[in-house]
């Protein structure tokens, strides 16, 4: 696809083996798939679909950095390793934060929601789910006779007055347009 940016794709990856950017590549291509079977259409593959999973995914050598760092200072030969360990702790400390960076960087260019957005947009969904649960609560008492009829029309409009203000805080979160 056109919009892909492969610079970016390989600074993101900085420091991931082979084998991690190949399941990156695989996962990417599964999001417009998922979406074709879902009804969405056909789409080609584009940048959000990689910095959506890139962002889920971490490199499977940082257990092995740890490892080797922690080996070298237990065997006490740290002046014999001396550049790997400084290369070690280099890409330690540095990475996850120049990774953050590069990510929500290219995320805000794309439009797409930042972490904070995000945790939003969860919390926001989780109060959703909490006032249709109360809808059917309030449905189940009305069948079963505990709820006269106009109560239950009035606590039904305002859980959906609730669920309604919800989707327009969501819809304005992701950058789409309510009209």
Do not use: H
């Amino acid at each position: 696809a056109e919009d892909i940016d492969f610079k970016k794709l390989a600074e993101l990856t900085e420091g991931y083996s082979c084998s991690d950017i190949k399941a990156i590549c695989d996962s990417a291509a599964e999001i417009p798939w998922e979406e074709a079977l879902k009804g969405a259409g056909g789409r080609k593959i584009e940048m959000r679909d990689f910095l959506e999973v890139i962002e889920r995914y971490r490199t499977s050598l940082t257990p092995w950095y740890r490892s080797a760092e922690k080996q070298i200072v237990e065997s006490g030969e740290e002046d014999l390793y001396k550049e790997l360990l400084e290369s070690i702790r280099k890409f330690s400390t540095t990475s996850e934060e120049r990774f953050r960076k590069i990510l929500e960087e290219e995320k805000s260019k794309l439009g797409m929601p930042s972490k904070e957005e995000r945790d939003e947009i969860n919390r926001l969904l989780g109060e959703k789910e909490k006032i249709e649960k109360k809808i059917e609560n309030a449905r189940m008492r009305y069948y079963k006779g505990q709820l006269d009829e106009d109560i239950f029309r009035k606590i039904l409009e305002e859980y959906e007055k609730q669920l309604i203000e919800i989707d327009v805080e969501i819809e304005i979160l992701k950058g789409k347009r309510i009209e």
